[in-house]
């Protein structure tokens, strides 16, 4: 973050999207990443294929319980995020180390770096990024 915030220019904006901090899940999401990424080529299908087969049977279970259509989860990962879900669930689980921060870590350290806050997005508290547009307040 320190070499980020100090190639932006006065005036000039910083996006930044990280994990949000969740007290259990990251300590679990670390750790599962972390085997992953120290496993033998079998290991990695090993975890990799559990992993993915805990998704699709959560994300079936959610689809059924609201009632509906499975496959269209599917096909609306590939249309808003570009990449399948299979290419998604791989990514996620490979990438470590990944950072995480609570919303008012991430406020402080650029409010502390000359940075007001234009934007937030956050996760509601669950998984996924919290999202921050910062503007480097002028010098002078």
Known sequence: ???TVNAVVDDGLLFISIYNYQVYWTAFNTRIKR?????PRFGKSLIAGIFILFQVFKGLLKDI??????LKRYADKKKSRGMSMWHD????????PF?????????DFCYQKGFSLQKI???GGGHGCNEYVFRKVKMG
């Open 89 to 96: 669930w791989i990514d996620w689980i490979g990438g470590h």
């Open 99 to 107: 950072e995480v921060a609570k919303p008012e870590q991430i406020f």
């Open 121 to 123: 997005v956050t996760a």
């Open 1 to 3: 973050m320190e070499n």
């Open 35 to 39: 085997t992953y990424n120290k496993a």
């Open 65 to 70: 319980l609201f009632l509906r259509n499975p």
